[in-house]
């Protein structure tokens, strides 16, 4: 992803990107999102949506240490990977739901596209990344 739109999910989201900084033995968000900005939209809306959840436990005296923390977003055989810790079950759910959707997202520019296999690599692409990939 495009490090102007990573940066604007960062600053946007802070509770569950705490750990952006704190290297690889302890989160993998170090390396960035590591998929395409075409999922930009999707991830932007799971990640406020968790940072919402984040910011009432907060409210509620939850401690930082037991708040939610993304630890690793990546695109996986075509698919959004959305890691967290602290996880619970209503975030269980908005995650299951967005890794469902990216497989109708194109990771390139976010059109409608499907999942592909391009020999062992599986993608989700639009018509047009698709021609391009297969030519």
Known sequence: MRKELAEKIYQRCPIIYRGVNDGPKKNLMCFGFECS???FEMIFMLSEAVEKLAR????QGIDEEELPIVIQVKEKFGGLRFYVQNSSEE???LIAM???SSYGICEICGAAGGLMKAGPVMMT???KHMRSFQD
């Open 37 to 39: 900005s075409g999922w």
């Open 98 to 100: 967005a890794e469902q």
């Open 56 to 59: 009432e436990k907060q409210r």
């Open 125 to 127: 692409r639009c018509q």
């Open 91 to 93: 975030v269980n759910d």
